[in-house]
């Protein structure tokens, strides 16, 4: 069989607010082939991740990610890999190329899975899917009290584990990150896991970022997060090798299975973040999982939009039980809540990826319709993209 | 002064090929402030780039590049790196943003520059510029004669450097390579330097790639360049400890300072080539000139379209005495010799960077105009971009 189309839809809530909040719109993918089709998200903006799958060929190793993909066979996962060796050689010079191919690379899986009748998770080769500790993730509060009071209302409703970020974090005096982070591990209580997200804003200073360790390490932090841009390798082993119980995280913003072991073979992350909306899908993530867990990184999901994102990145460890920890977006938007019908409960703080074909959810594309916008892209008066979303045909 | 407007425009050849060739479209950005002026080149994919300075906001650091640019402060150096920080902060999760941001750095410079009445070069701190020795760029031919005949011809038109690469090189026998390379050493005569370009083909397959050592080695090439992924630095580091007198080479698709310096220290290159259309412009590949410079590792811009992107990326080596090998795109389509009026004269086989305002080169718009294409991007009816170049003001 082979891929019959691929159709985005991009949507957004009616404003899109400056917070580092990433459910605010979505580029969703459904390929279809033969009778099957299957569903996929891409992360971040969706007009410029459209523009890369029908932007005109600029040469040979500059082409269309729709060149590499509409009307390949889809027999098997094999396929899967082989497509995704095309669109990393033909779109070598398409720099947005592997945020647009990570939906059409999940909606496959999506699809083989349903084709199948198996969770992807087994299609990977797991035996069986095991719980995941979900952590609650949140911005920090405009005060150290509304920061408390948030991490209580997580913990209240059962989360074990909570990531607090951004806001002024790191840009303030240091006695008032210290007053944050204390008020978060009142918030959660002495038991839970409490993750901080730096949100990158040291850059590579690492001096800065080593003045917050005390509180941090006060607090019990599990780990400190993208304090650096995610390419300063040399900032990350050093603040690394000087931070004791607090572990350096990152890898969101990967956008291939080297850079993200790069950060375990070079940066001394303890924790490895994998967005496959970004890194190009469910296989990368998942090779950067088996990796990281051969060397006792921890893998850990970056998610930060809907259930259908939640569900493909639980796949690449949802077979490794030792890898415990996941992130899971509390308070996403009206619109990345309304995406999908089912969703993955919390039972007892725990989650357990979904036993069900595919990604085992179903995109509510009803539902969605009022957040839907028209997109049309057009050279020289020929349409190459126009409508609500996108019939890529061969 | 603000920056007043950011245009683009978008040109292509009438027949964009398979070939591996650079040249055959470009997106041009012209920049204003008050009454001044100043042009960039961005390399690659057109339509993606342009979508990317225009795409809605998705949230708080995934914001369009437009925003970190129009109606900014534009008075001196540091105002461009004031602008760059912006935009890779404001634009964190857009991985298109410094491939645009690429060409509108390199015309804040050319702008700067011309209203300053100082080349680029100086403007970097540069008391002087000190003539390369270009290399002749080109493919390897479709047999070893073709490749000896090619090579010949440049070596005849006074080129002392020749790099050949792309074609079947890698993908055959380990013979056919060595034919290829011994073609292309007896083209350029014993004392010229001869380059291979292996355009990633071993992806990350040491064995593969050492297999052509001998071959390499007998043709007394200097270096190998992009044996593989770009981020494989362990592949690259293993090649290079066995790789003998010939350096390996890489870091073109480097988009930021780091991805380019981690190859310095992770991936063990002895060349690190800089475009300075992709990496977020002149202030960038500056930075990894000096880094380079400190470690003794030779700084070489890489160039494959027109003679205004030539000049940009030899700003950040100008000065830069013993860093004499340069990138000299030997035959730029039509469209690509066609953008300036001047260009950058080979006198005795070396080449000298202008001694000109901003960039030294005035785009010839009328020129191209045939060349040029109209882009739309709407978005529910409402026009994001519309005509043959964008009036991005503010």
Same mark, same amino acid.
């Given at each position: 069989?082979?891929?019959?189309?691929?159709?985005?839809?991009?949507?957004?809530?009616?404003?899109?607010?400056?917070?580092?909040?990433?459910?605010?719109?979505?580029?969703?993918?459904?390929?279809?082939?033969?009778?099957?089709?299957?569903?996929?998200?891409?992360?971040?903006?969706?007009?410029?991740?459209?523009?890369?799958?029908?932007?005109?060929?600029?040469?040979?190793?500059?082409?269309?990610?729709?060149?590499?993909?509409?009307?390949?066979?889809?027999?098997?996962?094999?396929?899967?890999?082989?497509?995704?060796?095309?669109?990393?050689?033909?779109?070598?010079?398409?720099?947005?190329?592997?945020?647009?191919?990570?939906?059409?690379?999940?909606?496959?899986?999506?699809?083989?899975?349903?084709?199948?009748?198996?969770?992807?998770?087994?299609?990977?080769?797991?035996?069986?899917?095991?719980?995941?500790?979900?952590?609650?993730?949140?911005?920090?509060?405009?005060?150290?009290?509304?920061?408390?009071?948030?991490?209580?209302? &997580?913990?209240? !409703? +059962?989360?074990?584990?909570?990531?607090?970020?951004? #806001?002024?974090? /790191?840009?303030? $005096? %240091?006695?008032?990150?210290?007053?944050?982070?204390?008020?978060?591990?009142?918030?959660?209580?002495?038991?839970?896991?409490?993750?901080?997200?730096?949100?990158?804003?040291?850059?590579?200073?690492?001096?800065?970022?080593?003045?917050?360790?005390?509180?941090?390490?006060?607090?019990?932090?599990?780990?400190?997060?993208?304090?650096?841009?995610?390419?300063?390798?040399?900032?990350? &082993?050093?603040? !690394? +090798?000087?931070?004791?119980?607090?572990?350096?995280? #990152?890898?969101? /913003?990967?956008? $291939? %299975?080297?850079?993200?072991?790069?950060?375990?073979?070079?940066?001394?992350?303890?924790?490895?973040?994998?967005?496959?909306?970004?890194?190009?899908?469910?296989?990368?993530?998942?090779?950067?999982?088996?990796?990281?867990?051969?060397?006792?990184?921890?893998?850990?999901?970056?998610?930060?939009?809907?259930?259908?994102?939640?569900?493909?990145?639980?796949?690449?460890?949802?077979?490794?039980?030792?890898?415990?920890?996941?992130?899971?977006?509390?308070?996403?938007?009206?619109?990345?809540?309304?995406?999908?019908?089912?969703?993955?409960?919390?039972?007892?703080?725990?989650?357990?990826?979904?036993?069900?074909?595919?990604?085992?959810?179903?995109?509510?594309?009803?539902?969605?319709?009022?957040?839907?916008?028209?997109?049309?892209?057009?050279?020289?008066?020929?349409?190459?993209?126009?409508?609500?979303?996108?019939?890529?045909?061969?």
């Amino acid at each position: 069989m082979n891929i019959d189309s691929v159709d985005f839809f991009y949507a957004s809530m009616p404003s899109v607010t400056y917070d580092a909040d990433g459910s605010q719109d979505t580029l969703l993918v459904r390929v279809r082939s033969g009778s099957d089709e299957g569903w996929g998200e891409c992360e971040a903006s969706p007009l410029t991740s459209i523009a890369a799958f029908v932007t005109p060929r600029s040469h040979g190793v500059c082409q269309p990610v729709a060149d590499s993909v509409l009307g390949e066979r889809l027999d098997s996962v094999d396929d899967i890999a082989r497509i995704a060796a095309l669109v990393r050689r033909n779109s070598m010079d398409l720099l947005q190329a592997p945020h647009t191919f990570s939906g059409i690379e999940i909606a496959l899986w999506d699809l083989l899975g349903r084709r199948l009748g198996e969770p992807v998770w087994r299609l990977l080769g797991g035996r069986r899917a095991y719980p995941k500790v979900p952590y609650a993730s949140m911005l920090f509060g405009a005060t150290a009290q509304q920061t408390l009071d948030a991490v209580k209302s &997580a913990a209240d !409703a +059962g989360f074990r584990a909570v990531k607090v970020g951004w #806001g002024t974090f /790191g840009q303030g $005096s %240091v006695d008032a990150d210290a007053d944050q982070l204390a008020a978060a591990r009142e918030g959660l209580g002495s038991d839970g896991f409490l993750l901080v997200d730096a949100g990158q804003i040291w850059v590579d200073d690492v001096a800065a970022a080593a003045q917050r360790l005390p509180a941090l390490e006060a607090a019990g932090a599990t780990w400190i997060e993208e304090p650096f841009l995610p390419l300063a390798y040399r900032a990350h &082993a050093e603040l !690394a +090798g000087r931070s004791g119980t607090v572990g350096v995280a #990152g890898g969101e /913003g990967a956008h $291939s %299975v080297h850079m993200a072991t790069n950060l375990i073979d070079y940066a001394d992350v303890r924790f490895v973040q994998i967005d496959t909306g970004r890194i190009g899908g469910i296989g990368p993530a998942k090779a950067v999982a088996d990796y990281a867990a051969a060397r006792d990184i921890a893998f850990v999901n970056h998610t930060f939009t809907s259930q259908l994102a939640l569900s493909a990145s639980l796949q690449p460890f949802a077979a490794l039980p030792d890898h415990r920890i996941c992130e899971f977006p509390l308070t996403p938007s009206e619109l990345a809540r309304k995406i999908t019908a089912g969703r993955l409960e919390l039972v007892d703080g725990e989650l357990l990826p979904l036993d069900a074909p595919g990604l085992g959810l179903d995109v509510e594309l009803e539902a969605i319709r009022p957040y839907l916008h028209d997109v049309e892209i057009s050279i020289d008066g020929h349409a190459l993209y126009a409508g609500e979303h996108f019939g890529g045909t061969r």
